[in-house]
């Protein structure tokens, strides 16, 4: 099979595409043959040798999101040879998704919701199961909270837009002018262009803050939160919040891979719930030319690896 393996970490130019053999199945995995691939920040900070690059196994093979169709299966799985699934593989981890074939536990994967393209379902699994992880299942956002998106345009912003307006929140986002139009029609009440405004001045009463920029915007972010609130800094934390502000909670989460989050991911998708933007599909072979863009931090909403 081809898979794209990382020479050393550093550089796009240590991608290589090679040949190797299709992994062997462990107890409890499927052999997936891959239709898409999804790119997430982790992936370009993990070839750069940080985030999950110590997790990494030689031949060092990056990504963690993948949609295809299932070639193998035990029989006692839970799926059957021909089944199309998407998911994020051992997230933290050692997912091995650059590849045309991918070994992955069952409990990572679900059936792909028929209505959405491969495309879709590769987009979808980390920045979904990140806002579900975040500010559905610990936050327990409700109708009328006030919810504050950091990077609304991105990956996981974008998604978690339309995952709190679900619940019936009042949605602000923050994003450059560029993207007010999109965000406005994920349905944000409130678009706020951070190259203007200050939002630490003009935002008050937050219940939640979800927050994909970090630093500073993390800090400043404890201001606007009301009492008993919740913000969740996605980025690595440079600082313990909690030292600064204690009577609202910041824990700093890591998505992680679970079976029954990603049954919730599979039916907001297929409920319509959410949809995912999808800004370019690459090939295998353009591979350096998509960690450039992801590494931009430019995107809006995902980037895909599509295999013929
Ligand atoms: N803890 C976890 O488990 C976890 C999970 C997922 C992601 N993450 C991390 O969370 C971060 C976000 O992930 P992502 O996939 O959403 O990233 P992404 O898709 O690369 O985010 C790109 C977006 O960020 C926006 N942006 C950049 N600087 C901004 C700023 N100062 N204020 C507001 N928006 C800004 C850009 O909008 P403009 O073009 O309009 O500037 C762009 O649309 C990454 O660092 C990622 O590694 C952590």
Same mark, same amino acid.
């Given at each position: 099979?081809?898979?794209?393996?990382?020479?050393?970490?550093?550089?796009?130019?240590?991608?290589?595409?090679?040949?190797?053999?299709?992994?062997?199945?462990?107890?409890?995995?499927?052999?997936?043959?891959?239709?898409?691939?999804?790119?997430?920040?982790?992936?370009?900070?993990?070839?750069?040798?940080?985030?999950?690059?110590?997790?990494?196994?030689?031949?060092?093979? &990056? =990504?963690? #999101?993948?949609?295809?169709?299932?070639?193998?299966?035990?029989? $006692?799985?839970?799926? !059957?040879?021909? @089944?199309? %699934?998407?998911?994020?593989?051992?997230?933290?981890?050692?997912?091995?998704?650059?590849?045309?074939?991918?070994?992955?536990?069952?409990?990572?994967?679900?059936?792909?919701?028929?209505?959405?393209?491969?495309?879709?379902?590769?987009?979808?699994?980390?920045?979904?199961?990140?806002?579900?992880?975040?500010?559905?299942?610990?936050?327990?956002?409700?109708?009328?909270?006030?919810?504050?998106?950091?990077?609304?345009?991105?990956?996981?912003?974008?998604?978690?837009?339309?995952?709190?307006?679900?619940?019936?929140?009042?949605?602000?986002?923050?994003?450059?002018?560029?993207?007010?139009?999109?965000?406005?029609? &994920? =349905?944000? #009440?409130?678009?706020?262009?951070?190259?203007?405004?200050?939002? $630490?001045?003009?935002? !008050?009463?937050? @219940?939640? %803050?979800?927050?994909?920029?970090?630093?500073?915007?993390?800090?400043?972010?404890?201001?606007?939160?009301?009492?008993?609130?919740?913000?969740?800094?996605?980025?690595?934390?440079?600082?313990?919040?909690?030292?600064?502000?204690?009577?609202?909670?910041?824990?700093?989460?890591?998505?992680?891979?679970?079976?029954?989050?990603?049954?919730?991911?599979?039916?907001?998708?297929?409920?319509?719930?959410?949809?995912?933007?999808?800004?370019?599909?690459?090939?295998?072979?353009?591979?350096?030319?998509?960690?450039?863009?992801?590494?931009?931090?430019?995107?809006?909403?995902?980037?895909?690896?599509?295999?013929?």
């Amino acid at each position: 099979m081809k898979a794209i393996t990382l020479k050393a970490f550093g550089d796009i130019d240590q991608f290589e595409l090679i040949e190797t053999a299709v992994p062997e199945l462990a107890s409890g995995e499927v052999l997936v043959k891959v239709k898409a691939i999804g790119l997430n920040p982790v992936d370009y900070k993990t070839r750069q040798g940080k985030a999950m690059a110590k997790k990494l196994k030689q031949p060092y093979i &990056l =990504g963690w #999101d993948i949609s295809g169709v299932v070639e193998k299966a035990p029989t $006692e799985s839970k799926f !059957k040879v021909g @089944d199309e %699934v998407f998911g994020m593989v051992n997230f933290p981890g050692c997912g091995n998704a650059y590849a045309e074939y991918v070994a992955a536990p069952e409990s990572h994967l679900a059936l792909k919701p028929q209505n959405i393209s491969f495309e879709e379902a590769a987009a979808a699994p980390l920045a979904a199961l990140t806002v579900y992880q975040t500010i559905v299942k610990y936050a327990k956002i409700k109708e009328g909270d006030r919810v504050l998106i950091h990077a609304g345009a991105g990956g996981v912003g974008h998604i978690a837009i339309q995952i709190a307006k679900s619940f019936g929140a009042y949605v602000l986002a923050t994003a450059s002018a560029k993207n007010k139009a999109f965000l406005e029609q &994920l =349905g944000t #009440d409130e678009f706020i262009d951070y190259t203007a405004v200050n939002f $630490e001045t003009e935002v !008050k009463d937050i @219940d939640v %803050v979800l927050d994909g920029v970090g630093g500073d915007v993390a800090e400043k972010s404890l201001k606007v939160l009301k009492k008993g609130g919740f913000l969740h800094s996605i980025p690595s934390p440079a600082k313990d919040l909690s030292a600064i502000r204690n009577d609202v909670e910041s824990p700093w989460i890591l998505v992680e891979s679970n079976e029954e989050d990603m049954e919730e991911v599979a039916k907001y998708l297929a409920e319509g719930t959410v949809k995912v933007h999808i800004q370019q599909v690459y090939n295998l072979e353009q591979m350096g030319e998509a960690h450039k863009q992801l590494e931009s931090r430019r995107t809006r909403g995902k980037l895909v690896v599509a295999i013929d």
